[in-house]
């Protein structure tokens, strides 16, 4: 297939990179805002920010919110955010991953 493509007189090779890169930007973009939203369950955004934009420290005061606790006495929804979390570790965008750093310090214990 992608012979068939590059074979193409109408291919763009330049275009191409362009959109690799687009594409690239908005997954990481909505990495972060999935781990976000994952944040704001698990905290019920009681919290101000685990993960400060400008330093990666654990804000002291963040604690497993009453929505949090629900979601993690539930087996299926706990597994589901238990395993986003550490899959997040080894996302290639490091600030998603330094919030499931975070996040995973949080639930740990539990």
């Given at each position: 297939y992608l012979i068939?493509?590059?074979e193409n007189p109408s291919f763009d090779e330049d275009n191409t990179d362009s959109q690799e890169v687009l594409d690239d930007v908005i997954i990481r973009v909505m990495a972060r805002e999935y781990m976000d939203t994952v944040k704001a369950i698990l905290t019920s955004g009681k919290a101000s920010d685990i993960n400060?934009?400008?330093s990666n420290t654990v804000d002291g005061a963040a604690a497993l919110g009453l929505l949090g606790e629900l979601a993690l006495a539930d087996g299926t929804l706990s597994t589901c955010m238990v395993g986003t979390c550490l899959?997040?570790?080894?996302?290639?965008?490091?600030?998603?991953?330094?919030?499931?750093?975070?996040?995973?310090?949080?639930?740990?214990?539990?």
């Open positions: 068939k493509v590059r400060n934009e400008n899959s997040a570790l080894s996302w290639p965008d490091s600030p998603a991953s330094s919030k499931a750093c975070n996040l995973v310090e949080l639930i740990l214990p539990r």
